[in-house]
Each structure stands twice: as structure tokens, then as C-alpha cells.
């Protein structure tokens, strides 16, 4: 089993930052692509940075200059360091991960999501 658990969300004001952490565990062989989204009530899942086995990362316009995703291997975890934050950001953010099990099984997993208020 592989399990992915975020933490670090909250309220915050409007210019404020927060960091989520995500953190995958279980019977893992490595981790690929690891990446955080967003999700709205009404809207569809939002995609707001990924970062590669590499490193490379990639952000939509609406964080670009903002959040920054980073990764640590050693501790399979994953964070989004949010800065510059505006209402608009507020939503549940949920990591995922493209891992390859001990089984040699490629799969994709989620994370339950942390919620991430921002207040004008």
C-alpha cells in the first residue's frame, strides 16, 4: 500500500504564504512526476505546479512567480511554498504522485487534500 498525506493548510490573509508538505509512504520502489492541484466546488481540478523526478517544474500562469514546488527525495515528500497569496488561490490542494511500487506497478496516486482559505 502507498499512502500520500499533506499537511499545511489553513487561513491566511490576502499577501500572506503558506507550505504544504506531502508525504508519500509505503511499499515504494521510486517516485516520478510529483505534483499539487487544486479543487473547487463547481469547478474542474486545477493543476498548479509539477516537478519531475529531475526537478524540472512547471506552473500554470495564474501561480507562476509565486509558488514554488520542490521535492526531497530521500523523504519522498513533496511541498508547495505559496507566497503572495489572493482569494482566488482559496481552495482544497491535493499532491499526487506517479510511483512505481515494489511490485514494479506504475501507478498514480492522491493524497485526501488540505484545505487553504485566503481572506481579503
Known amino acids: 500500500q502507498v499512502q500520500l498525506v499533506e499537511s499545511g493548510g489553513g487561513l491566511v490573509q490576502a499577501g500572506g504564504s503558506l507550505r504544504l508538505s506531502c508525504a508519500a509512504s509505503?511499499?515504494?520502489?521510486?517516485?516520478?512526476?510529483m505534483g499539487w492541484y487544486r479543487q473547487v466546488p463547481g469547478k474542474p481540478r486545477e493543476l498548479v505546479a509539477l516537478?519531475?523526478?529531475?526537478?524540472?517544474?512547471n506552473y500554470p500562469d495564474s501561480v507562476k512567480g509565486r509558488f514554488t514546488i520542490s521535492r526531497d527525495n530521500a523523504k519522498n515528500t513533496v511541498y508547495l511554498q505559496m507566497n503572495s497569496l489572493k482569494p482566488e488561490d482559496t481552495a482544497v490542494y491535493v499532491c499526487?504522485?506517479?510511483?512505481?511500487?515494489?511490485?514494479?506497478?506504475?501507478?498514480?496516486?492522491w493524497g485526501q487534500g488540505t484545505q487553504v482559505t485566503v481572506s481579503s
Open positions: 509505503g511499499s515504494i520502489f521510486s517516485i516520478e512526476d
Open positions: 516537478i519531475t523526478s529531475g526537478g524540472s517544474t
Open positions: 499526487n504522485a506517479d510511483i512505481i511500487t515494489v511490485w514494479a506497478a506504475k501507478l498514480v496516486y
